[in-house]
């Protein structure tokens, strides 16, 4: 599995046979480059500068409007609830998937998979369906005084649907290679399976873990179609950050609604930061390396 | 591989307890909703549902989202592949940076993405005003959307494939005579191809269902800019739960069936790796 | 194998769940929420300013207001699917008559509780060009000419553009001695000439005016006023059409969720300040048509509104139960104009 470590130095000494003209390689990066840069780098940049153009302190100014404070913590909040929701999901479907062989395995990772190529508009059409006050269960909920959609747990429940597969997408493959051997060695010197679960696989599949938080989370606090469909915007109240950003456009308050988008931006360019770190020094404990 | 029951004895225990539970977990969260949207749709009767899927500007929404898609995928295909290829066998400055950038369209909300696409591809934008045709506000506009949120899926399929990729059979190949291009086409590419076709089916799949980035830029005229997910939007807000159910299932099959193919093509690219489990 | 980081790495998931729970706002005193349509943002944030002013001095109360602001068409199906609004205050009557009709949770007759059609001001529909109109555009008839391009938000999800589609009919009938056909032959080729179709009225003007896409907008009166204040003065002209549409955007109690939420009371005194000569004087600040204008205090405000020929909905088109219907339901006149030939 370290074939990258060992091939790196290699490759370099007898360059020759197995890589490309100097001249082919240089076009090839810039194709990819210049790539990078059109769908990329200039839409990344051009947020940073719209929310730049007035200056340092109209950004800082945008964050002083309570409404789009009150968009942050419910953002914190809604991803509070779903990542660690997702965590504890990841950990049974991998566990279940990864350290048993059963029928139908591959039809429930479509399955887990499944959230991922929905549309975000019709995961939010689910809630509504489900919980409007003309959905399935709406009339019985409005009877008892509950207020799913509209709500913080609508909002919760979308990104929780949305944000579904990838814990348990990032842990399946890395457990399944790294076996059940381990683990069958804890149990005969006497541990029981919670304590093998605490002591041996999780250490072995945290950085994993950790990256599979990171990527929920980030996702967590950027959606914007489900939680469209299911918040009702109001300010204040059931806006996320992502909404109020499109609320600030739309009040023509654009450098208020770019600055609330550096923060997404930010969050995830951190992720990214932190995944690269994570792979740098745990390179071969993280699936990403085997991820799909 | 025969099984004859239903799991594999294992010496592991807690299979029932986190079996049970993902089964639970999944039919709550994801297949109920799901059903529930299904079983609206089902309700309304064959005849209008016909009626509803052979509608010309569904039709239309639906052949927008899935062309353009599929055209968004082919170029990520062939980009994506380029990019794996430079960011692991090559070294340049920057190219640690260049990995992590990849996954930003997976992190970056997607209305973030829209507006900020829609602001340099605009005729006056930083971009558009350079072009000699336009791109915001024209199907052209929806594309670099779908690119966009598609990007990452080809590269992070690619990379560990390459990473892996034997390089003797590189060597082999050019001692028997066979030069680069040769090499490439022939030895490198057939082992790529089942990854490959993986990252374009998950670019697809993700293109298809986009809204957030899309509306900003698309230009949502009937027939010409509308994508799915817009119609089921429309149809909702004319409080037309069943035509916006019925679209919404149209997209679900496609999509599960979509996945479907994913996963037996992952599990084609294990086989051809010899990745026996 | 370090297992601390592991158990280090729970606990701070368990921690950060608790940090933002203690995030949340503390709940909130007695409040009412307003769901409104797009246009309306700065005119409400000024009004609810008023109003809890003003509730204070009445009850010695205080109040919050929640606001929530969206294409109308969106506003009324979140109100539809149990969005818990005191007031809804949209672009056009048939919204909340759709309200009426899924939910019964305010009557049928809504429209006759409150004066002027339950309308506290008014708006019509003109055309915003940019600065020297370099396309020439004096009327309706100017828009379908060839290179023009026009912007307007989709009818479908926009309250403002149905407005927009109906002055366009009206002075298709009225060029073409009441033809119904005729009027939708204008109709049609006028939407041809639409290169965008955004969801609500403030993203067609920032495509309009961000984006410098097309020639001519399509705008509330109010938005047009708006964008000079917006965006300068310098960039922009509103041309006023030989005929436009009395626009009524109407105000209404939903009233099951007031009595749920026992703000009836709130909700009266809300709705009836806008008729007041405060709430008229700042309507007319922002630019709708105040329907009591001898009220408003800067007499300015009022002046600066252009006499204008304007049809109603309920003598061109019947009422909008009917229009709704033919025009823009499924399968209506709306949907007929696009369909490829």
């Known amino acids: ?292 | 591989m025969s099984r004859t029951t239903f799991r594999t004895p294992s010496a592991l225990p807690g299979f029932g307890l986190t079996f049970g539970f993902t089964w639970l977990w999944l039919t709550l969260i994801i297949l109920l909703p799901l059903g529930g949207v299904i079983l609206w749709a089902g309700s309304l009767g064959l005849e209008r549902l016909a009626q509803i899927a052979s509608d010309p500007r569904t039709l239309s929404a639906l052949r927008v989202s899935f062309g353009l898609s599929l055209l968004a995928a082919v170029l990520n295909a062939v980009f994506g592949l380029i990019l794996a290829w430079i960011l692991t066998r090559y070294d340049f400055p920057g190219r640690r940076l260049v990995d992590a950038a990849v996954d930003l369209p997976f992190a970056l909300p997607t209305a973030v993405a829209g507006i900020a696409l829609a602001a340099i591809y605009a005729p006056n934008g930083w971009i558009g005003q350079w072009l000699p045709f336009k791109v915001a506000y024209t199907p052209l506009g929806i594309f670099v959307a779908l690119v966009f949120i598609g990007l990452p899926f080809v590269v992070r399929t690619l990379q560990p494939v390459l990473t892996d990729l034997d390089r003797e059979l590189e060597e082999a190949s050019a001692t028997l005579g066979a030069d680069r291009p040769v090499t490439l086409l022939r030895v490198v590419l057939p082992t790529l191809f089942p990854a490959l076709l993986t990252g374009f089916a998950l670019a697809f799949a993700r293109a298809v269902g986009e809204y957030g980035s899309v509306i900003f830029i698309a230009g949502n005229v009937p027939y010409v800019s509308e994508i799915a997910p817009l119609i089921i939007i429309m149809k909702l807000e004319e409080f037309d739960y069943g035509a916006a159910t019925a679209v919404a299932t149209i997209m679900l099959l496609i999509s599960f069936a979509l996945l479907l193919l994913i996963n037996l093509l992952e599990a084609w690219t294990r086989r051809r790796l010899g990745h026996v489990r | 194998m370090n297992r601390r980081s592991a158990s280090r790495l729970f606990a701070a998931l368990a921690l950060a769940a608790p940090i933002a729970f203690g995030a949340l706002p503390a709940a909130a005193q007695s409040t009412l929420t307003n769901v409104s349509y797009d246009p309306t943002r700065e005119l409400y944030k000024d009004f609810n300013a008023l109003f809890v002013k003003h509730w204070k001095a009445e009850t010695g109360e205080d109040i919050k207001i929640q606001v929530s602001h969206g294409g109308s068409g969106k506003q009324a199906r979140s109100v539809i699917d149990g969005l818990n609004a005191d007031v809804v205050t949209l672009a056009l009557a048939s919204d909340i008559d759709a309200i009426a009709k899924a939910t019964n949770k305010l009557p049928a007759d809504w429209q006759k509780r409150l004066p002027n059609n339950s309308s506290p001001y008014t708006s019509t529909i003109v055309f915003l060009v940019r600065k020297g109109n370099p396309k020439g555009i004096k009327d309706w008839g100017d828009l379908v000419k060839p290179g023009v391009e026009v912007i307007t938000p989709n009818p479908k999800t926009s309250g403002g553009a149905r407005w927009n589609y109906l002055a366009a009919w009206a002075y298709g009938l009225k060029q073409n001695g009441d033809d119904p056909e005729k009027a939708k032959a204008f109709v049609a080729e006028l939407f041809k000439h639409v290169p965008v179709l955004d969801s609500g009225a403030r993203g067609s003007t920032t495509t309009f005016a961000q984006r410098g896409l097309g020639d001519v907008l399509l705008a509330w009166e109010n938005e047009a006023y708006l964008s000079f204040a917006e965006f300068g003065d310098d960039k922009f002209e509103i041309v006023f059409p030989s005929v436009s549409i009395l626009a009524e955007p109407p105000v209404a109690i939903v009233d099951a969720n007031v009595e749920k939420n026992g703000t009836r009371k709130a909700a009266e005194a809300y709705l009836n300040l806008l008729y007041s000569p405060e709430g008229q004087s700042l309507a007319a600040k922002h630019f709708y048509r105040p329907v009591k204008p001898e009220t408003v205090s800067n007499k300015a405000d009022v002046e600066r509104f252009q006499k204008l020929d304007l049809v109603t909905i309920d003598d061109t088109f019947g009422g909008w139960a009917k229009a709704q219907k033919e025009h823009f339901g499924d399968g209506g006149v709306f949907d007929e104009i696009f369909k490829p030939k």
């Open chain 1, 1 to 292: 599995m370290s074939a990258d470590v060992a091939a790196a130095p290699a490759a370099r000494l007898i360059a020759n046979p197995t890589t490309e003209s100097r001249a082919a390689r240089l076009l090839l990066i810039g194709l990819g480059l210049g790539f990078l840069a059109l769908f990329l780098v200039i839409p990344l940049f051009a947020v940073f500068a719209e929310a730049f153009r007035n200056g340092a302190a109209a950004y800082f100014e945008a964050f002083g409007d309570p409404d789009t404070q009150a968009a942050i913590r419910l953002t914190l909040l809604v991803a509070a609830i779903a990542v660690p929701l997702n965590v504890v999901f990841g950990l049974a479907a991998s566990w279940a998937i990864a350290k048993f062989d059963f029928r139908g395995k591959s039809f429930l990772l479509t399955l887990i998979d499944l959230p991922f190529s929905v549309s975000p508009v019709v995961a939010g059409l689910c809630f509504i369906v489900l919980f409007g006050a003309n959905g399935y269960f709406g009339p019985w909920l409005d009877h008892h005084g509950v207020q799913v959609i509209f709500a913080v747990p609508g909002l919760v429940i979308a990104t929780v649907f949305v944000t579904f597969p990838f814990v348990a997408r990032e842990l399946i493959p890395l457990m399944q290679e790294q076996g059940t051997s381990e683990e069958e060695a804890a149990l005969s010197l006497g541990a029981n399976g919670w304590r093998t679960f605490w002591s041996v696989t999780l250490p072995n599949v945290r950085w994993a873990l950790l990256y599979g938080v990171l990527l929920s989370n980030a996702r967590a606090m950027g959606e914007f179609g489900a939680v469209s469909v299911v918040s009702g915007h109001l300010r204040g109240l059931t806006n996320t950050l992502p909404l109020q950003v499109e609320i600030l456009y739309n009040d023509y308050n654009f450098v208020a609604a770019f600055a609330a988008a550096t923060l997404l931006a930010g969050l995830g360019l951190v992720t990214l930061v932190v995944k690269s770190l994570l792979e740098w020094r745990y390179g071969d404990e993280i699936s990403s390396k085997h991820r799909k």
